[in-house]
C-alpha cells in the first residue's frame, strides 16, 4: 500500500473503536505506529484528527496514509479466533441467549462484561463471539454496543446483510429502547424528557462525558418514574432518543438522581447504604425493531441478578406496566 487511500465505515462496523477497525483491516500494523499515525494526522476522520479510541459511526471517510505492504504471512484472510474461555463461561454465554434465528442473536449481557476490547481488559463479548456460531461458519457481529457494567439487551447479527439493516434501523431510530434504572431519590417531575448536549471531557483518566452547549452533540432521553422507594429511591423507565456515550448516567446526575452505583457520575452520592450491592443498577430491559427478515423483533432480558435483589429489598414490584414503552 503505498498512496493515500479513503475507506467508508460499513453498517456492521458502527460503534467500533478505531484501533479495533485497524486491527481487523491491517492486522500487521502494530499499536506503537498507528498511535504515531494518529499523533501526526495522518489517519483522519471525516477530515478531523482522531483517538485510537475514538468510535466510528457508518458512512464515515477515514484517511488511511500509505502503510507499506504486509509480510507475506500476513497477506492472508483471517478468521478471528475466539479467545479462550473456561467451560463455566461459554455455558453462561449460550445461557445468556434471550433469541436466536437464522439472522439474529440477542443475548442478555451480564453485567462487568465489556462489549469490546480496550486498554487493560482481557476478557471481552467481542473476543468470544466465536463461541456463539450454533453451527453457522462466520461468528455472530456485534451491532452496538453496552458499557461494561451495564446488563441488559444486546444484538448480535448473523451475516453481514442482517447487520446492514439492524445498524440501519438503530441509525435512523426506528427501534424503541427501554432502560431501567434505580437512582438515588425522586425526579422532582415524574415524567419527562431531558435534552442536554454532550461531549466528551479532554484529558483525565477514562471516558467521562459532560454538559456543553457549545460543542456537544444532541442527546435526548426520556424518563418515567416507575415506582418509588420513599424517598430514598426511584425505579425509572428510560428511553435514550439518541446514542451518545453514558447518556443515561450523565442525564440521570443532571436531574439530581444519579443511578446507584455509579461512581463516576454521583460520586459518594450514588451508593445505597444496608447492603445494597455497589454495581451499577443499569439494566437495558428491551428492544423493540424491525426483524432483518420482515416484521418486527421485540425482546425484553429479566434484570441481572444483583439489580433484583436490589428490587427485593427495596420492595420495588415486577409487573407489566414497567415495560410499557416510552414514546414521544
Keep these: 500500500m503505498s498512496q493515500v487511500t479513503t475507506r467508508t465505515v460499513s453498517a456492521d462496523e458502527a460503534d467500533l473503536r478505531l484501533d479495533r477497525w485497524f486491527k481487523r483491516h491491517y492486522p500487521w500494523l502494530g499499536h506503537a505506529k498507528l498511535e504515531k499515525l494518529l499523533r501526526t494526522g495522518q489517519v483522519r476522520i471525516d477530515g478531523g484528527r482522531v483517538k485510537a479510541a475514538t468510535r466510528l459511526e457508518t458512512g464515515q471517510a477515514i484517511r488511511i ?35 436466536k434465528d437464522d439472522a439474529v442473536i440477542v443475548l442478555n449481557k451480564p ?7 480496550g486498554t487493560g481488559l482481557t476478557e471481552h463479548l467481542d473476543g468470544l463471539l466465536g463461541y456463539l456460531k450454533f453451527g453457522n461458519a462466520e461468528r455472530p457481529r456485534l451491532v452496538h454496543r453496552l458499557d461494561k457494567d451495564t446488563s441488559g439487551v444486546l444484538l448480535l447479527a448473523r451475516s453481514a446483510s442482517a447487520a446492514a439493516k439492524l445498524a440501519e434501523a438503530l441509525r435512523k431510530r426506528d427501534a424503541h429502547k427501554l432502560y431501567w434504572a434505580l437512582v438515588m431519590g425522586v425526579p422532582e417531575q415524574r415524567m419527562g424528557k431531558i435534552d ?20 456537544g452533540k444532541n442527546a435526548v432521553t426520556l424518563y418515567r418514574t416507575i415506582e418509588t422507594a420513599g424517598k430514598r429511591a426511584a425505579w425509572l423507565g428510560m428511553a435514550p432518543l439518541t446514542g451518545r456515550t453514558h447518556q443515561l448516567r450523565v442525564h440521570a446526575a ?75
Design 196 to 215: 442536554l448536549p454532550l461531549a466528551k471531557l479532554a484529558g483525565g483518566a477514562g471516558e467521562r462525558m459532560v454538559y456543553d452547549e457549545d460543542e
Design 65 to 99: 496514509p500509505p502503510l507499506g505492504d504486509p509480510p507475506k504471512d500476513d497477506d492472508r484472510p483471517r478468521t478471528p479466533q475466539p479467545a479462550k474461555a473456561s467451560p463455566e463461561r461459554i455455558a453462561e454465554l449460550e445461557a445468556a441467549v434471550l433469541h
Design 111 to 117: 453485567a462487568g462484561l465489556a462489549t469490546q476490547g
Design 254 to 328: 443532571a436531574m439530581g438522581t444519579p443511578i446507584v452505583g455509579d461512581g463516576k457520575y454521583g460520586a459518594a452520592e450514588a451508593f445505597l447504604t444496608g447492603g445494597v450491592s455497589r454495581k451499577l443498577h443499569l439494566h437495558a430491559r428491551g428492544i423493540r425493531l424491525a426483524h432483518p427478515d420482515g416484521g418486527k423483533l421485540e425482546v425484553r432480558a429479566p434484570l441481572s441478578p444483583h439489580m433484583a435483589a436490589t428490587w427485593d429489598f427495596l420492595g420495588l414490584t415486577l409487573d407489566k406496566s414497567a415495560d410499557a414503552w416510552l414514546e414521544e
